[in-house]
């Protein structure tokens, strides 16, 4: 009963081997789409601070931060690349199964079709891109050669595939537009919104409203002002500090041949301090001008990846700093300001029915928000700056002066102008009160 079912075994078993090269050739177009499929989702998913960094790496990491200056050029190969690779694949398995039917093994051909299907589904999709983006930054450095080879190779006809891309984007979508950046309008048009919307918390709606705020806030608006930081000149040694934290929580480090301010140390980002050089650890500042709004400070900031802005004013002089935390402060603390900050005593306390006092370096802004008022014609940007604008001179204790409905009174002065002032608040008749 043996000798009878030999050659159809022979037969099987040739047939067999026949398809082994089809399968190892499968085999090696799922790794082909795996890798092309993790690059991609790899080297889109990194962070602006990763690409920064990658630029200033090894030989692969540079090569990564060289393939994503190119974006469409990039993302253009890597589809086309992943595309054909996956129609080579189907492509085998068909023939593969229409073998194994000829062979007669149709159910066998049925399953091996549907396998083959979800085999390049979870192994050179899904699995492959979610383990990609646990370590983007590694998964990039270690696909950057073989995937700057392919790009390089598909020059020669990428300018028919973005024509390509064109023509579709023309002839099937012609109407298609991107979509808009966020605009301030969209934000505010979300608070007035949110005032029907029982769903938003009232906490989420005041963080919308200073970040609307802050496209009209000035960087020396929130700054610490100068004479408030301490800063260091190079060589900086642990016992420089004398036990002190600054207030900043950043350690400030000038140029060797000026008191311009050069670098910033997060001391609190140390796991532990240095007894010697602290500047070598320092991060360096952006600079902003101090007309510009603290929205536009912080996109600075963060294009650059840096965590402390310094303030310079016209003459290009360094007139305060402005950290990231300060803004962040802003942004989430319902009565945050300055003079908490800095001082840590409220920028605005009442004494009597018709009197308060204010630290000199209450803002404005603060104080119009505070009384509901229309404001007055000032340049200034604080109390202490309107009373010595008012008074034409440095102010002394007992100096009083008027400014629209407020009359102030000068308590207490530092060498920069009024600490403590005393105001009355005296509206005319037609200014409401």
Request: aromatic fraction near 6%; charge should be neutral; charged fraction near 20%.
């Amino acid at each position: 009963m043996i000798e009878p079912n030999l050659p159809n075994l022979i037969a099987g078993m040739s047939g067999f081997v026949s398809l082994v090269p089809w399968l190892v050739a499968m085999g090696v177009l799922l790794f082909a789409s795996a890798f092309f499929s993790s690059s991609e989702a790899a080297l889109f998913y990194l962070r602006r601070a990763q690409r920064r960094r990658l630029a200033s790496g090894g030989v692969g990491q540079r090569r990564a931060a060289a393939l994503l200056a190119e974006p469409e050029r990039l993302l253009s190969a890597v589809l086309f690349c992943n595309l054909t690779v996956n129609v080579a694949y189907f492509a085998i398995a068909s023939i593969v199964g229409i073998q194994l039917e000829q062979q007669g093994y149709g159910a066998a051909a049925g399953l091996f079709s549907l396998g083959s299907l979800m085999t390049l589904i979870v192994f050179s999709e899904m699995l492959p891109k979610s383990l990609a983006v646990l370590q983007p930054a590694k998964v990039a450095a270690l696909a950057a050669i073989p995937l700057s080879t392919a790009v390089r190779l598909l020059d020669p006809i990428m300018p028919v595939l973005q024509t390509v891309n064109l023509l579709s984007r023309r002839l099937l979508w012609p109407t298609f537009a991107a979509e808009p950046y966020l605009r301030v309008g969209d934000l505010e048009r979300a608070v007035r919104l949110s005032t029907h919307d029982a769903a938003l918390l009232e906490q989420e709606q005041q963080v919308l409203e200073v970040i609307v705020a802050l496209s009209q806030l000035r960087a020396d608006e929130l700054m610490r002002p100068r004479p408030q930081v301490l800063t260091f000149t190079p060589p900086v040694m642990l016992d420089d500090l004398q036990g002190r934290m600054p207030a900043s929580g950043y350690l400030l480090i000038t140029e060797v041949e000026s008191e311009e301010i050069a670098g910033a140390v997060a001391l609190r980002n140390l796991s532990s301090l240095p007894t010697k050089n602290l500047e070598h650890h320092a991060q360096p500042v952006v600079y902003v001008p101090w007309c510009t709004t603290a929205a536009r400070a912080l996109e600075e900031m963060q294009r650059q990846a840096r965590d402390v802005a310094a303030v310079v004013n016209e003459h290009g002089e360094t007139i305060g700093v402005l950290t990231i935390d300060d803004i962040l402060d802003t942004i989430f603390s319902p009565v945050a300001s300055r003079t908490e900050r800095l001082l840590h005593r409220r920028p605005i306390w009442r004494v009597d029915a018709e009197t308060w006092v204010v630290t000199g370096m209450t803002s404005l802004r603060r104080l119009i928000r505070h009384f509901n008022i229309s404001r007055p014609a000032s340049k200034s940007l604080t109390v202490s700056g309107v009373i010595q604008e008012t008074l034409e001179r440095l102010a002394e204790p007992g100096d009083e002066c008027r400014w629209g409905p407020f009359h102030f009174k000068v308590l207490e002065t530092g060498p920069h102008g009024p600490r403590m002032v005393q105001l009355r608040f005296e509206p005319n008749e037609e200014e409401p009160s």
